[in-house]
């Protein structure tokens, strides 16, 4: 398990997703499968009935095999399969969109049930295999850069469970205004205090300082012994002095302090070898980086074309699912129309 596989993390984005988390548990005699998803109206009626699709929440997940063994595996995914379609067609569920775990690489496991297809390389520190992870992990120009603004003056500050994110929200939003961020990631302030409420324990605030302010702040998950850089943000006109360099070695050395055995920090925002934010992270995991999948399904087909003809879209675009394309004006324009 992680945290993205528990019900209050779902809860945490049922206003964004505008949906509601549910969880499938299917039991059997080989196993159990857990699934947990944000259900999402459709936002267009077919004869007159309303219509699903279902969404990892943001970040990862996905269904996850809880017990059963590796011998009987492929039987149990097979009855998963026809268990959730039964479930999907009756709770009149018409696709799915999953983001596999790439750290626990869960996708592999369900090949049978999706259309599993490789999104991009995601990218960890290795706490546990190394004594020194710092000197294993981090490259030499990496560790050059952080003696040297370190000497200049920046520090950095671990707090967990804090008592308010008021402060890293304001760094936060100032980070995706400055990025051109999409309203997505806008996270309002009803989100961060659901964070502390449902995850206090687990939060761990990093933030650097220079001169007794705050320059920069990353929120990360402490669960089962990983650890995931959550959200980030830095102040512009401290860019000089490599604030995002002194967190993560922050977090690493508190990690390896307190037993954690893996910094996740995801990847790049594509899956080019050349992503430069996926350069970036790799400066800080020279040895460790996993793969990262989705799933697409369409759970019913004769619903799903209906509903991209009266969207507009081509059922077979890249999008998925088709009919809630950013680029489809008609999509926009009829939310409302009943079939």
Not at 115 to 136: C, M, W
Not at 261 to 278: C, E, K, Q, V, W
Request: glycine content about 8%; some cysteine.
């Amino acid at each position: 398990m992680d945290i993205f596989f528990e019900e209050n993390y779902g809860r945490l984005y049922e206003e964004i997703e505008d949906g509601e988390c549910e969880v499938f548990v299917f039991n059997h005699s080989l196993g159990t499968v857990r699934h947990l998803f944000i259900k999402r109206e459709v936002p267009v009626r077919i004869g007159g009935e309303t219509y699903f699709d279902i969404v990892t929440p943001y970040g990862y997940g996905g269904p996850v095999i809880m017990s059963g063994e590796d011998a009987d595996k492929t039987e149990l995914i097979q009855e998963f399969k026809i268990a959730f379609q039964k479930y999907c067609l009756e709770e009149k569920i018409i696709s799915e969109f999953v983001r596999f775990h790439p750290v626990l690489g869960n996708a592999k496991d369900f090949t049978a049930c999706y259309e599993v297809i490789f999104a991009r390389k995601t990218v960890g520190t290795n706490l546990r295999d190394y004594d020194d992870p710092i000197q294993s992990e981090f490259s030499k120009s990496t560790r050059k850069n952080i003696r040297h603004v370190m000497r200049n003056g920046v520090d950095y500050r671990v707090t967990v469970n804090p008592k308010s994110l008021e402060l890293f929200k304001e760094i936060y939003h100032i980070n995706m205004k400055r990025i051109g961020a999409d309203t997505y990631y806008y996270f309002d302030e009803d989100y961060f205090s659901k964070c502390l409420q449902y995850f206090g324990d687990q939060i761990v605030l990093v933030e650097a300082l220079y001169e007794g302010q705050v320059i920069g702040a990353e929120l990360h998950f402490f669960y089962n012994n990983i650890i995931h850089t959550h959200l980030s943000g830095t102040l512009s006109e401290f860019h000089h002095l490599s604030p995002v360099y002194v967190m993560t070695y922050g977090i690493a050395v508190w990690g390896k302090e307190h037993g954690a055995h893996l910094i996740h920090a995801g990847g790049g925002t594509s899956n080019r070898p050349d992503d430069s934010l996926y350069l970036f992270k790799k400066k800080f995991g020279q040895n460790t980086e996993f793969d990262f999948y989705i799933g697409r399904k369409v759970w019913n087909q004769e619903v799903y074309d209906k509903v991209c003809g009266v969207a507009g879209t081509i059922c077979e675009t890249e999008f998925f699912p088709a009919y809630r394309s950013r680029e489809t004006e008609a999509f926009n324009e009829i939310q409302n129309v009943q079939g």
